[in-house]
C-alpha cells in the first residue's frame, strides 16, 4: 500500500499550519512554503494519475480496516480531479504572487487549507469524511471570498456563507438517514447495503439520496440552487475566482461519484434515483447561465455566468448516466476548469488596463498591451464557448456524441447547440466592446500595466486547452477507462472491502 | 421517548427554517444555530434510543448504545461551533461595513 495516496491531503495542511505559526516571519516566506507546497502536490497528483490505471487503490487511515475505519480511494477519477486541482492551484497561487497575497492577511494558510479539502473531498472513500473535507475546503473559500475586503465581497460573503452552511446541514440530515438505515457511511459499504434494505425504507432511503442530490447541486450551481454563484464568483479576487473554477467541479464530482456508486443502476429502492432530476436541471442551469453571460453588464460576472453555463453542459454529461456521457464529462470537467479559469485571470487583467472602468463592458480608452490581451482574450473566448481548435470543441462534440443513444437526444442537442451559439455572441460582444469600441484621448487614472508574468500564466493554462486538443486520443482513452471504473462498481467495492464482500452481496453489473 | 424526541427535533427544525427565511442576519444565524441543534439531535438519535444500557463496550453487557453516532455528533458539533462565530463575526463586519443588517446588505425601498 503506497502512502503516496494521502500526501496531497496531509502536505497542504502541514504546511497551513505551519504558515500560520509563521505568520509574523515575511511574505517572503509564506510564499516560498507555499509556492513549495503546491508545486510538490502537483507532482504527486500527476505521479497518481499515471499510477491510477493498475486500478483501484484503497488507504486505510490509521490502519483500520474498512469498514470500520475511514478509506481514501484512488481510481482515475479522483487522480484526474486531484490533478486539475493542482493545476488550477498553481496557476492561481502563481498570479496570487503578482501582488494579490498582500491585500490581506493569511492568504497562503487559507489556500493550503482549501488545497487540503479540495484533494480530500476527492480521495475519500468514506461519505462522513466528505462532509469533513467539505467544510474544511467551504470554510477556507469563506475566508479567501472575503480576501481583500471590500463591500461586494461581504454583501456577496453573506449569501454565500449562509447557503453553504444551509446545505452542510442538509448534508449532515442524509448522512444520519443513511447511517440511520444501514448502520455505515463508508461508500463502499453503503453500496452493498442501499440495494439490500427491505421495502418499508423506500420512502427514507430516496429521501436521503435526493437530499445528498441537493446538497451536492448547492455546491455545483444547478438550478434552481444556483442564486450565490453569480454574485460570488464575480466579487472574488481573481487568483480566488480562479481557484474557485474548481470548486463547483466538487459538487459535480461527488455526484458523479455517489450517484453511480451507492444509487447507481444495482436494482434497488433508490436505484438512478437522481435520473429523473439531473438532466432537465442541468438543461436549465445551462439555458440561464447563457441568458445570464448575454445579459451581463461586466466581464467578471459574464465570465461567472459561463462558469455556470459550463456546469450546465457538465452535468447534462453526467445526467445521461452512461458510459460515453460520463467519459465526455470527464473530459469536459477538466477543460472547462482550466478554461474558467484563465477567463477569470484574464478579465482581471483587462480591468487592471482599463482603470477606473475596470472591467465594465463600456466604451473606455484602449488598453496599454490591446494585441497581446485581444489576443489571449480571443483563445479563452473560443476555449470556453467550445469553438475549434481547443477542447471546448471536443469536449461538447464528445457530450453530443454520448448523448445519441440516448432518449433524450433532442433536448441535449438543441440545448447545448443553441446556448452554445448565444455564448459565441455574448463573448464576442463583449470583446467587441472591450477591445473595439474604444474612446479616443486620455486614459482615465488608475491605469496600470497587466503584469507579464500574470499573461504568461494565462498563455500557459490556454496551451494546456490546446494541448488536451491536440492529446484527445490519449485523454479520452483515459477517461472511458475512468468511466468504466465508475460504472464497473464491483471492482471499487471489491479494493474497499476485499473479494469476499462481493461475492456475499451477489452484485451484479451495470 | 421516541415522540419526544423525535417533535423535538421536528420543532427545531421547523423553527431554525422560520428564522433562516428572515430578511435579517441575526435571526437567520439563530435559525442556522437551532438547525445545528436539531440535526445533532437527529445523528445521535440514528444509533437508536436505549435506557439504562451500558454506556462501553463490555463483555458481560449484552445490549449497548452505538459509538458511532456520538463520535459523529462530537464531529458535527465542532464544526457547526466553528462555523457559528464565522458567520457571527461576517455579520458584525457586514453591519460595520455596509451600515444595515439585512441580509442583501443593502435596505429593501419602502
Do not use: C
Amino acid at each position: 500500500m503506497s502512502h503516496w495516496i494521502i500526501a496531497p491531503i496531509v502536505l497542504p495542511a502541514l504546511v497551513a499550519a505551519l504558515i500560520l505559526l509563521l505568520a509574523r516571519q515575511s511574505l517572503v516566506v509564506h510564499r516560498a512554503l507555499s509556492l513549495a507546497s503546491t508545486a510538490t502536490v502537483a507532482l504527486i497528483a500527476f505521479a497518481l494519475v499515471l499510477a491510477a490505471p493498475a486500478g483501484h487503490e484503497s488507504y486505510w487511515l490509521g490502519d483500520w480496516p474498512p469498514p470500520f475505519g475511514i478509506v481514501l480511494v484512488l481510481d482515475r477519477l479522483s487522480a484526474v480531479m486531484v490533478a486539475t486541482t493542482s493545476v488550477v492551484a498553481l496557476a492561481s497561487l502563481l498570479y496570487a504572487l503578482q501582488g494579490w497575497d498582500e491585500h490581506g492577511k493569511n492568504f497562503h494558510a487559507l489556500f493550503q487549507f482549501q488545497l487540503m479539502g479540495l484533494n480530500g473531498a476527492f480521495l475519500t472513500g468514506d461519505l462522513f469524511n466528505l462532509f469533513v473535507f467539505f467544510e474544511v475546503l467551504l470554510i477556507a473559500s469563506y475566508g479567501l471570498l472575503l480576501h481583500g475586503g471590500g463591500e461586494a465581497r461581504v454583501r456577496a460573503g453573506i449569501h454565500y456563507v449562509i447557503i453553504n452552511l444551509t446545505g452542510s446541514s442538509l448534508f449532515l440530515v442524509a448522512v444520519a438517514l443513511l447511517y440511520g438505515l444501514t448502520g455505515t457511511l463508508n461508500m463502499a459499504d453503503l453500496a452493498l447495503k442501499v440495494p439490500e434494505l427491505p421495502e418499508s425504507d423506500a420512502g427514507l432511503i430516496r429521501a436521503a439520496a435526493l437530499l445528498l442530490l441537493a446538497v451536492f447541486s448547492v455546491k455545483a450551481a444547478l438550478l434552481p440552487l444556483h442564486f450565490w454563484l453569480p454574485g460570488t464568483y464575480g466579487s472574488a479576487a481573481a487568483p480566488v475566482a480562479a481557484l474557485f473554477a474548481i470548486m463547483t467541479k466538487v459538487g459535480a464530482y461527488s455526484i458523479l461519484r455517489v450517484f453511480t456508486l451507492i444509487f447507481g443502476a444495482e436494482p434497488g429502492l433508490a436505484a438512478m434515483v437522481a435520473l429523473p432530476w439531473l438532466l432537465p436541471a442541468a438543461l436549465a442551469t445551462l439555458v440561464v447561465g447563457t441568458l445570464g453571460a448575454l445579459a451581463s453588464r461586466d466581464l467578471r460576472a459574464m465570465t461567472a455566468f459561463l462558469v455556470l453555463a459550463s456546469m450546465g453542459t457538465l452535468l447534462a454529461a453526467v445526467g445521461l448516466f452512461t458510459l460515453r456521457g460520463i467519459s465526455a464529462a470527464l473530459y469536459y470537467i477538466v477543460h472547462s476548469t482550466i478554461a474558467t479559469a484563465a477567463l477569470f485571470l484574464l478579465a482581471e487583467a483587462v480591468a487592471k488596463e482599463r482603470g477606473e472602468t475596470r472591467s465594465r463592458l463600456e466604451p473606455a480608452p484602449d488598453l496599454l498591451q490591446p494585441r497581446v490581451i485581444g489576443g489571449l482574450f480571443l483563445a479563452a473566448g473560443v476555449a470556453v464557448v467550445g469553438l475549434p481548435p481547443l477542447s471546448g470543441f471536443i469536449g461538447k462534440l464528445l457530450i453530443l456524441e454520448g448523448a445519441r443513444p440516448t432518449p433524450a437526444v433532442a433536448w441535449v442537442w438543441a440545448v447545448v447547440l443553441v446556448t452554445s451559439l448565444l455564448a459565441i455572441i455574448a463573448v464576442a460582444r463583449a470583446g467587441s466592446v472591450v477591445f473595439w469600441r474604444t474612446l479616443a484621448g486620455e486614459r482615465a487614472s488608475g491605469v496600470t500595466r497587466a503584469p507579464a508574468g500574470g499573461l504568461a500564466i494565462i498563455s500557459v493554462l490556454l496551451a494546456l486547452t490546446a494541448a488536451m486538443a491536440l492529446l484527445a486520443g490519449p485523454f479520452t482513452a483515459y477517461t472511458d477507462a475512468a468511466a468504466e471504473q465508475l460504472i464497473s462498481r464491483d471492482a471499487y467495492i471489491r479494493s474497499v472491502l476485499g473479494a469476499e464482500a462481493v461475492e456475499t452481496a451477489s452484485s451484479r453489473g451495470w | 421517548m421516541e415522540a419526544l424526541v423525535a417533535s423535538a427535533v421536528g420543532v427545531m427544525f421547523g423553527s431554525g427554517v422560520y428564522l433562516m427565511l428572515r430578511a435579517r442576519t441575526f435571526p437567520v444565524v439563530v435559525g442556522l444555530a437551532l438547525f445545528t441543534y436539531a440535526i445533532n439531535l437527529m445523528i445521535f438519535a440514528s444509533g437508536r434510543l436505549m435506557v439504562g444500557e451500558a454506556p462501553v463496550i463490555r463483555p458481560e453487557a449484552t445490549l449497548y448504545p452505538d459509538p458511532l453516532p456520538q463520535a459523529l455528533v462530537l464531529t458535527a458539533i465542532v464544526i457547526a461551533f466553528g462555523m457559528t462565530a464565522f458567520v457571527i463575526v461576517l455579520a458584525l463586519r457586514a453591519h460595520l461595513e455596509l451600515g444595515t443588517d439585512h441580509v442583501d446588505g443593502e435596505e429593501p425601498p419602502r
